[in-house]
């Protein structure tokens, strides 16, 4: 009998080679280590394969056999795979002879049992170890360099044998299949008990966990079942469920692959075995464990998370019946284990206690599926945004899986609707994911308008009012029900299909229609509509959220806002078709995916149609939409003419129309048709060839004076026909003489005129051969029609007419002049192209190119022809306002008129409708000629500012910034006048204003400086369109690689807190919505430091309480926090506020969340530091107050007896306005300290006062109300002070001020505390506005906040009162 084979317990080679001493059992007796791995190889596998599968514990095989597997991973693949091949086949053999092995059949000869037994037994461990040996070796990583080291010294030139290659992957599973088979025998037969041996079952169990470990193998799905099941053998079949666990929870916690397989695990334990011990004892150790190591390791809590989620999928009631020791974790810190338990109770709501669920009872199972679904909705305010996601996406989940009643399906959309309003990006996601599927999945009907469930219910309420009040019989209730349902047919065409869902929410017996059934079926439909009507409202109540969104800085709030808009869409949402338009300017987005979602839901909603349907739908779109939309779709139109997705029949039908063709068809129609071949036209512009007659006719005809802006549209769309068709059309065309009248003659109403001359002119420059001699000629005819006086003088309207006219010619001339040196540059570069292309072809036939082409290039004469390209280009654009050397032509004679005409108020408000137009003719004429615009700066400022009426205010401000990109150098010194239009009182103009600077600042044709603060204040504008352009133009801005909003935002808050003109919670917002842009770590550290600093710069409590909410509303990391804490003598004295140590609170509480648990004692300490200091400084301060009011109590008595017994000295020491005077009189100069004195005024003398007498003046001048003393008084004596204070405290009255001191006084102080002071002198004296005016309101804020001589007869500095005999 062979000794007796024992596991090493380290599960190592080394082992066996040591000497066992006196104990029998089979260890390494001949060292083969130096024998040829090859021939020992192909020995021990003949050995194995000839011999008995017992075999193996003979001691020269067994030594053999060793030194093979101590060497394996330097064998040829060859030999591994014969090795791998005899060891598994044996193995498979051995395990089937145990099945095959009776106790009964040897009882005769026991001895030769036992042998067997023994024998038996010894195989299954050598077998399971050495395989066992093989693969831990080949999983090594030196195994691995090992085979890289080998592969890269056998390559070879010549081709490789794939007969010799070796893939370790196959024999793995080999390997594993072959070992995971020995549980699956019945070991009592071998070991004659319950289980075989601790050794060798621990053996095994150790190896399974190494291949559960392996991420390899349990990618491979056979192998992962074979793990799993042998796993799961091992730990209920032979009891080995409490040596397991641990080591199980070891690897949930440390691999992150290990949860599904895991969850397999106890799947088959539960299905195959019916044991669910092993999963049970997972969630107890689940629910044991700390919330601490979760905390410290995230990956445990992501592991434990994805466990739980497929364990609730596999085996819902095992764990629906150990939910208890989960649920304390809804309490812990970890978000990760509440998205965890939120996610499980969602499965368990639809798989545990689901409709089907016939095991438990239906009061038990509706009670434990509301219990989860309470727990659901009280989720939905978790603290932490993560968990909130997860609830709305579990939610998501609910809906889809039909697991939603009715009731709580309302209360569902009343949860997502406001949590759009949250804070947290996704959530807000999610929570419009979720709306998207309760529409998706409603139980209400395809088609949701308010009013059509309005009028249903209305009709089933008065229905089920006569049913309840049981008058009359059962046939009268029917005549009534026939009553009714003519009425409920005409207010809803497809009532049947609608009510459908809420007849089957009735008992099951209710089939027919509600109309005709009883009370308790009307009962139950009239609950059904309400329900549907409160889904309706919810679902509409949230569309102005949507309309907002669209603003948003981040890109999903933007994609899945569309997303759900078209979805609002297609179940006729209330307001979904608006809030549609107002989505089309985001087309115009320069982030890509936008631009996607905008364009896919365009096409789904308009586009995708049969043609008449697409037709109409676009006419419909067209027709209500603003002129500013009107663009979007112009592009969204030319990108899918582009990609040809426009179905091919529409544009015939939009042809029929056109013409009309069509029947019904009106002129407005008619004009919306014309417009969407206008848009077409600029992708294809093809598309009027032939039609060009029919334009003109349609256009300019009879129905032109029916539709106001056909004409407009019809000279639009002569200017977008393609090249062929503009150089058919000659000088003598029918066409331009139709333009001449419709511009000179006054065949149109003033409405209409003014649209269609202005694309008259524009059409004539794009399409005559040679416009400026025919705009001439009809210039000078429009003004000899202008010019001529009738009985009642000048007719204006003509006149305002010439005026229009003149200025967009005068426009639309300097646009021809320099397309026409495009087009010469043009030609001069095609031609050089051609030339290079002749030269090359030269050079490569091997002939030389022209010497004189070489000779003009050393020349340089194209850079001549350049510059001289240039004077002509330069000369031409003068010539047009200004005139040539020796004669002004026609728009240079009226350009003086036009100045005129502005400046005359007198006239302007005689002729309204003359005063748009001069006005708008200056503009364009200033945009034209630099000096004409230099001259009349000043003017058009002063309009812009005193002009009555909104138009002309707005066109100012629209012309401003055509004039900032042509002369940006001329503007330049007026930045600070275009930013006041930011204040105008008109919306309209405001609006315009923020679009003007957005545009200028975004292109870099205006500098932002320090009056990006006024932009600021317009993101919390009344209105919401004008505060939505606002928030628009900081997203973008934000986007620029230098960080423009964090530089700029210091002065902003320095701007905002100053400023009077706001409340705090509007400054509060503004600050809040900037903060936002602020995301990188490093710009947050810096803020902190920057605006650390500026407590120390001010004592103001109101600066102190905006500085420290903008530092509450920062991100704050570790780093963060401690650069924070480093600056805490910054911010020191501030704390004495409640509100500033409140604001450093709220920024403990929110780093605490994002804070490693090395740093909480570190806040914890700085909290306590903190509020240590609060109450210090509040100690301080209250003394300070009380010794300070001891004091003038001291004061007030000493003053009273002064005045009883000198009274003849008080008289002429202190004079009635409280100023000193008389040379008898002497008092210490005061010196200008910015923290006490008032604003005033003092001479210059006054500076030259000494330090020691600081602190009296300081007090001096906390105690005076104010008061002036002349340069005499320098010489006087301190021993005087304490009087003239006294008196001048007592009285509490002004001394004489002289205003222009006090200007300079003010002044001083105001660029000492703030240096960009300086600035905004600077700029305010080229305000068009008389700077006299200007110093008079410096002049009243310098005095602001002090009293009147009236208010302070009767009052006296500390608030009391002084009576008559004391004045005396």
Excluded at 862 to 870: N, S
């Amino acid at each position: 009998m062979a000794p007796c084979f024992v596991i090493p317990q380290s599960g190592g080679l080394e082992e066996l080679e040591k000497d066992c001493g006196e104990e029998d059992f089979l260890v390494v007796q001949r060292d083969f280590s130096t024998a040829d791995g090859e021939e020992l190889a192909k020995e021990v596998a003949f050995q194995l394969g000839d011999n008995e599968v017992t075999c193996i514990e003979e001691q020269a095989i067994f030594d053999q056999l060793f030194a093979i597997v101590k060497n394996f991973p330097s064998l040829q693949p060859s030999t591994k795979r014969l090795i791998i091949e005899s060891l598994c086949s044996n193995f498979t053999l051995l395990i089937a002879s145990i099945a095959s092995l009776k106790r009964e059949d040897a009882e005769s000869d026991p001895a030769l049992l036992c042998q067997q037994i023994h024998s038996q037994q010894n195989a299954l461990k050598l077998y399971s170890f050495f395989l066992q040996q093989i693969y831990t070796l080949e999983e090594a990583p030196c195994s691995d360099s090992q085979k890289t080291k080998a592969s890269t010294k056998s390559k070879q030139p010549r081709k490789k044998n794939p007969t010799l290659s070796w893939k370790w992957e196959d024999f793995r599973a080999r390997i594993v299949s072959s070992v995971t088979r020995v549980l699956e025998a019945d070991l009592q037969l071998l070991y004659g008990m319950a289980r075989p041996e601790n050794g060798l079952l621990n053996f095994l169990a150790k190896f399974g966990l190494k291949l559960l470990e392996n991420p390899t193998v349990m990618k491979d799905k056979e192998a992962k079942d074979e793990v799993c099941k042998f796993l799961a053998t091992c730990a209920v079949k032979y009891d080995y469920h409490e040596q397991l666990l641990p080591s199980l929870i070891d690897l949930l916690h440390k691999c992150e692959h290990v949860p599904i397989p895991l969850a397999d695990l106890v799947t088959v334990s539960d299905k195959s075995y019916g044991d669910n011990t092993l999963a049970v004892g997972i969630l107890r150790e689940i629910g044991m464990t700390g919330q601490a190591e979760y905390n410290r390791l995230p990956t445990v809590a992501d592991n434990v998370k994805l466990f739980l989620v497929e364990l609730a999928d596999r085996l819902p009631k095992v764990l629906a019946a150990n939910l208890s020791v989960l649920m304390p974790h809804f309490g812990g810190e970890s978000y990760k284990i509440r998205n965890a338990l939120v996610t499980v109770l969602g499965r368990l709501v639809v798989k545990a206690f689901g409709d089907n669920d016939s095991n438990l009872s239906e009061d038990i199972r509706l009670r434990n599926k509301q219990a989860m679904l309470d727990v659901l909705i009280e989720r939905t305010r978790d603290t932490n945004a993560f968990t909130r996601a997860c609830v709305l996406q579990t939610w998501g989940y609910l809906c889809e899986q039909n697991s939603l009643s009715i009731s709580l399906w309302n209360q569902v959309v009343d949860i997502a609707a406001g949590r759009l309003h949250d804070k947290a990006v996704l959530v807000r996601k999610n929570a419009l994911q979720l709306l998207t599927t309760l529409l998706e999945y409603n139980p209400f009907g395809p088609m949701l308008k308010t009013g059509r469930f309005e009028a249903t219910l209305e009709i089933y309420k008065l229905q089920l009012e006569k049913m309840t009040q049981g008058s009359g019989t059962s046939g009268e209730t029917e005549t009534e029900t026939a009553r009714f349902k003519p009425q409920e047919e005409a207010a809803n065409d497809n009532e049947t299909q609608d009510t459908a869902t809420f007849e089957s929410q009735g008992p099951p017996e209710t089939q027919k229609r509600c109309d005709i059934g009883s009370l308790e079926q009307t009962r139950a439909l009239v609950a059904s509509l309400e329900s549907a009507l409160h889904f309706s409202r919810t679902m509409a109540s949230t569309i102005p959220v949507i309309s907002q969104l669209f603003s948003s800085s981040a890109i999903f709030d933007v994609q899945q806002s569309i997303q759900f808009l078209t979805k609002c869409h297609k179940f006729s949402i209330d307001g979904a078709e608006e809030c549609m338009r107002k989505m089309l300017p985001l087309v115009f987005s320069q982030e890509r995916s936008i631009y996607e979602a905008v364009e896919g839901a365009f096409v789904v909603t308009y586009i995708k149609k049969s043609p008449q349907e697409t037709a109409s739908n676009l006419l419909q779109l067209v027709l209500e939409a603003p002129v500013g939309h009107l663009t979007s779709i112009e592009a969204l139109l030319i990108s899918l003419v582009k990609k040809r997705e426009i179905p091919a029949g529409t544009e015939p039908a939009l042809w029929d129309i056109f013409t009309f063709n069509s029947v019904g068809v009106t002129p407005e129609q008619c004009r919306c048709a014309l417009s969407l071949f206008c848009m077409i036209a600029k992708a294809s512009p093809k598309v009027f060839s032939s039609r060009i007659q029919n334009v003109v006719d349609i256009g300019f005809g009879r129905w032109a004076k029916q539709e106001s802006l056909l004409a407009r549209f019809a000279c639009l769309a002569l200017q977008r026909l393609s090249i062929e068709d503009k150089q058919q059309l000659q000088p003598g065309h029918k066409v331009f003489s139709i333009l001449a009248s419709l511009i000179s003659d006054q065949l149109l109403p003033d409405e209409i005129w003014y649209s269609a001359a202005e694309q008259a002119i524009s059409a004539i420059y794009a399409i005559h051969p040679v416009p400026e001699a025919f705009m001439s000629a009809l210039m000078l005819k429009f003004l000899d029609a202008a010019l001529q006086k009738t009985d009642e003088g000048l007719d204006s309207s003509l006149l305002s007419r010439f005026l229009f006219a003149t200025g967009h010619v005068a426009l639309k001339h300097l646009v021809y002049i320099e397309s026409c040196v495009r087009g010469i540059r043009k030609q001069k570069c095609d031609k050089e192209r051609e030339a290079a292309a002749v030269d090359a072809n030269a050079a490569e036939d091997g002939v030389s190119s022209s010497k004189d082409e070489g000779i003009n290039a050393e020349l340089g004469v194209a850079a001549a022809e350049d510059v001289k390209l240039d004077y002509l280009l330069e000369k031409a654009e003068r010539e047009i306002v200004s005139g040539s050397e020796t004669r002004k032509l026609l728009i240079g004679s009226i350009s003086p008129l036009v100045s005129k005409l502005c400046k005359n108020s007198t006239v302007l408000q005689k002729f309204p409708q003359l005063r748009s137009s001069v006005v708008l003719c200056l503009c364009k004429l200033m945009a034209v000629d630099s000096n004409y615009c230099d001259a009349n700066l000043q003017l058009l400022f002063t309009l812009a500012q005193n002009s009555p009426e909104d138009a002309i205010r707005s066109n100012c401000i629209i012309s401003l910034g055509d004039i900032a990109f042509r002369f940006p150098n001329l503007l330049e010194p007026w930045t600070e006048n275009i930013y006041a239009r930011l204040h105008d009182r008109s919306d309209y103009v405001r609006k315009n204003a923020v679009l003007v600077i957005s545009h200028l600042v975004l292109n870099d044709m205006m500098k932002v400086k320090g009056h990006i603060s006024e932009m600021a204040i317009r993101t919390q504008d009344e209105n919401s369109r004008i505060s939505e352009l606002a928030k628009l133009f900081f997203s973008e801005l934000s986007k620029r690689g230098t960080s423009p909003i964090y530089n700029f935002l210091p002065d902003i808050l320095s701007r905002l807190s100053c400023s009077t003109n706001i409340s705090g919670d509007t400054f509060r917002n503004i600050m809040q919505f900037l903060l936002d842009f602020i995301k990188k770590d490093r710009q947050i550290e810096g803020l902190i430091e920057k605006l650390c600093n500026r407590f120390v710069g001010t004592s103001d409590r109101a600066q102190w309480q905006a500085i420290a909410y903008c530092l509450s509303q920062l991100t704050f990391t570790d780093k963060a926090m401690k650069r924070l804490i480093d600056l805490f003598k910054q911010f020191a004295n501030a704390l004495v506020d409640e509100q500033v140590l409140d604001s450093f609170k709220t920024i403990c509480s929110k780093a605490k969340k994002l804070a490693k648990q090395d740093y909480r004692q570190l806040l914890e300490e700085f909290e306590l530091k903190i509020t240590a200091c609060h109450e210090q400084k509040r100690e301080e301060e209250v003394a300070a107050m009380e010794a300070q009011h001891v004091a003038d109590n001291g004061i007030r008595c000493e003053s009273n007896g002064a005045f009883k017994n000198d009274e003849e000295q008080a008289s002429s020491t202190v004079s009635s306005n409280g100023s000193t005077s008389g040379e008898d009189e002497e008092v210490c100069p005061r010196t200008p300290v910015a923290s006490s004195v008032k604003p005033g005024s003092v001479d210059g003398d006054d500076y030259s006062s000494g330090s020691e007498h600081r602190s009296h003046v300081s007090t001096n001048s906390r105690e005076s109300s104010g008061g002036s003393m002349n340069g005499d008084d320098s010489s006087t004596k301190c021993k005087h002070r304490s009087r003239v204070s006294t008196r001048s405290k007592v009285t509490g009255r002004k001394g004489s001020i002289d205003s222009n001191a006090m200007v300079d006084y003010f002044h001083f102080f105001s660029i000492h505390n703030n240096p960009d002071a300086v600035f905004q002198l600077e700029n305010s004296e080229r305000s068009p506005v008389s700077i006299d005016s200007y110093a008079k309101r410096e002049n009243s804020e310098s005095l602001d906040g002090g009293h009147t001589d009236e208010e302070e007869e009767s009052t006296c500095t500390d608030g009391g009162t002084v009576s008559d005999s004391e004045e005396e």
